[in-house]
């Protein structure tokens, strides 16, 4: 119960300030002749998007720890009996009134190029880390956290950088890059799948649009052109590395061979 509290409280406040408050912007005329704040008007600016990698980071974590979590949350309940969590609930509360203070006044409108320096980001940062840190004590004390980290760094390293990677691959994805060679490999499937829609639209349609070479198909009244970003190629690829990674990590209750068919049946 105290669990689901805590959980839902931080989701709520994330929810909230991530809502409330928009990052700094860079491009204003108040900022154009402050070219020296660089790096650290940069990582304000990247602020947001750090809350995303740190969901994909978690998201990443929890799949690799998914077949040790059971014991995991019973080793929680023992180090939680005589745990006093109100202490640290209430220090969370005082360090997130300091970090909204900081947040709405860093990112208050217009932007203020001087509270975009090195200082202010440095305190930004601790008071969020200040945050964060009473509320994990408020969940389980210190040596709970600190003896996870020694038994699972190396599944905890791992999903860092498998949260990292998929978190830099979905950004690809949105700005429709082709980190993965798509547009090649769309090139080439793409006659073979246009001519199947060609096809099934001729059981319902008469005048019908196809032009292949412009990946162009349709009716007379509404066609399309399909780009390789609408391919479903993208679709493919991270059903691809999920059930890679589902496959690793359940390998001792799947059955192999016949857990391999996932894989066409997934794409």
Same mark, same amino acid.
């Given at each position: 119960?105290?669990?689901?509290?805590?959980?839902?409280?931080?989701?709520?406040?994330?929810?909230?300030?991530?809502?409330?408050?928009?990052?700094?912007?860079?491009?204003?005329?108040?900022?154009?002749?402050?070219?020296?704040?660089?790096?650290?008007?940069?990582?304000?600016?990247?602020?947001?998007?750090?809350?995303?990698?740190?969901?994909?980071?978690?998201?990443?974590?929890?799949?690799?720890?998914?077949?040790?979590?059971?014991?995991?949350?019973?080793?929680?309940?023992?180090?939680?009996?005589?745990?006093?969590?109100?202490?640290?609930?209430?220090?969370?509360?005082?360090?997130?009134?300091?970090?909204?203070?900081?947040?709405?006044?860093?990112?208050?409108?217009?932007?203020?190029? +001087?509270? #975009? /320096?090195?200082?202010? @980001?440095?305190?930004?940062?601790?008071? =969020?880390?200040?945050?964060? !840190?009473? *509320? &994990? %004590?408020?969940?389980?004390?210190?040596?709970?956290?600190?003896?996870?980290?020694?038994?699972?760094?190396?599944?905890?390293?791992?999903?860092?950088?498998?949260?990292?990677?998929?978190?830099?691959?979905?950004?690809?994805?949105?700005?429709?890059? +082709?980190? #993965? /060679?798509?547009?090649? @490999?769309?090139?080439?499937?793409?006659? =073979?799948?246009?001519?199947? !829609?060609? *096809? &099934? %639209?001729?059981?319902?349609?008469?005048?019908?649009?196809?032009?292949?070479?412009?990946?162009?198909?349709?009716?007379?009244?509404?066609?399309?052109?399909?780009?390789?970003?609408?391919?479903?190629?993208?679709?493919?690829?991270?059903?691809?590395?999920?059930?890679?990674?589902?496959?690793? @990590?359940?390998?001792?209750?799947?059955?192999?061979?016949?857990?391999?068919?996932?894989?066409? %049946?997934?794409?």
């Amino acid at each position: 119960m105290r669990w689901g509290f805590l959980l839902a409280l931080l989701t709520a406040e994330l929810l909230a300030l991530t809502s409330q408050y928009q990052v700094p912007t860079l491009f204003t005329p108040r900022l154009s002749f402050h070219e020296d704040l660089g790096w650290s008007a940069a990582l304000f600016r990247k602020s947001k998007d750090m809350w995303q990698l740190a969901l994909w980071i978690s998201g990443a974590c929890l799949c690799i720890l998914s077949p040790r979590l059971k014991s995991i949350a019973g080793e929680l309940r023992l180090h939680a009996l005589a745990h006093r969590w109100t202490f640290w609930l209430i220090v969370h509360g005082l360090a997130l009134t300091a970090f909204i203070v900081a947040t709405s006044i860093v990112f208050a409108r217009p932007t203020d190029p +001087a509270r #975009l /320096a090195a200082p202010w @980001l440095a305190t930004w940062s601790v008071l =969020a880390v200040t945050t964060i !840190v009473p *509320w &994990l %004590l408020a969940v389980a004390p210190s040596r709970f956290w600190l003896q996870l980290v020694r038994r699972e760094r190396t599944a905890l390293l791992i999903g860092c950088l498998v949260g990292t990677s998929v978190w830099l691959l979905v950004g690809m994805f949105v700005r429709q890059e +082709a980190p #993965l /060679a798509q547009k090649a @490999l769309w090139g080439s499937l793409s006659e =073979a799948t246009l001519h199947l !829609v060609y *096809w &099934l %639209l001729g059981w319902v349609y008469k005048d019908l649009v196809y032009q292949p070479d412009v990946a162009v198909v349709g009716t007379a009244s509404f066609h399309v052109r399909i780009s390789y970003a609408c391919s479903g190629i993208e679709g493919v690829s991270l059903i691809t590395l999920f059930l890679g990674l589902y496959l690793w @990590l359940f390998r001792r209750e799947l059955r192999f061979p016949q857990a391999f068919w996932l894989f066409p %049946l997934g794409m």
